[in-house]
């Protein structure tokens, strides 16, 4: 069993940056692929990032690659997503995800077993 806590979210003007952070406890951690996505009021929940157990792969959205930078430490137990350049689409609840021990790191929102509640990031024009 993984629980987890995102911190981070606020408001920011665009073209600012915020740093999201994502604090897992279990046995696991360390052999969990983990994902950030988020979702904008009446859009589906979208996949933002992903990166391997060992950090040695990550995945972006094609609307984030080069803004947005994934990042695990296993030793802690957390994983990040520094967003810059932010833009007002940016928008949205963001959460973090692991998948089951040894899972891959996809774009697939149903490879995720272990979800957070949620933290608010909204990019003022």
């Known amino acids: 069993q993984v629980q987890l806590v995102e911190s981070g979210g606020g408001l920011v003007q665009a073209g600012g940056s915020l740093r999201l952070s994502c604090a897992a406890s279990?046995?696991?951690?360390?052999?969990?692929?983990m994902g950030w996505f988020r979702q904008a009021p009446g859009k589906e929940r979208e996949f933002v990032a992903a990166?391997?157990?060992?950090?040695?792969?990550?995945r972006y959205a094609d609307s984030v690659n080069g803004r947005f930078t994934i990042s695990r430490d296993n030793a802690k137990n957390t994983v990040s997503l520094l967003m810059n350049s932010l833009k007002p689409e940016d928008t949205a609840v963001y959460y973090c995800?692991?998948?089951?021990?040894?899972?891959?790191?996809?774009?697939?929102?149903?490879?995720?077993?272990?979800w957070g509640q949620g933290t608010q990031v909204t990019v003022s024009s």
């Open positions: 990166i391997s157990w060992s950090g040695g792969t990550t």
């Open positions: 995800a692991a998948t089951r021990a040894f899972g891959q790191a996809t774009r697939e929102l149903l490879t995720y077993a272990y």
């Open positions: 279990g046995r696991t951690f360390s052999t969990n692929a």
